[in-house]
């Protein structure tokens, strides 16, 4: 069992970078695939970006401003947003897999994934 809590989000201003932090339990965090959703008011859920096997996935939106990095000692995977933008407020959600995500493009699917975090919520303001 994988328990997955965010931090980090809050508001911030058009421009401005924050970074959103994803902690994890379990023994099996450096096998497992983590990736980063988010969810808009009255919007589904949507792809952020994902690290598997070494491989890092990102949305075409959001490529060149958001980057995926974790750190297996901590147990944490992190979000790092810059130039953040009013359509960027969203609640931000953490996710692992047990393994590693299929072939593009199922790393984008939410059911690809075993736990989910509660979410964070960022808000971009302009």
């Known amino acids: 069992q994988v328990q997955l809590v965010e931090s980090g989000g809050g508001l911030v201003q058009a421009g401005g970078s924050l970074r959103l932090s994803c902690a994890a339990s379990g023994p099996t965090f450096s096998s497992n695939a983590m990736g980063w959703f988010r969810q808009a008011p009255g919007k589904e859920r949507e792809f952020v970006t994902a690290?598997?096997?070494?491989?890092?996935y990102y949305s075409d939106s959001m490529k060149g401003r958001f980057t995926i990095s974790r750190d297996n000692a901590r147990k944490t995977v992190y979000l790092q947003m810059n130039s953040l933008k009013p359509e960027d407020t969203a609640v931000y959600y953490c996710?692992?897999?047990?393994?590693?995500?299929?072939?593009?493009?199922?790393?984008?699917?939410?059911?690809?994934?075993?736990?989910w975090g509660q979410g964070t919520q960022v808000t971009v303001s302009s």
């Open positions: 996710a692992a897999k047990n393994g590693r995500l299929g072939a593009w493009p199922m790393p984008k699917a939410p059911s690809e994934y075993d736990y």
């Open positions: 690290w598997s096997g070494g491989i890092k």
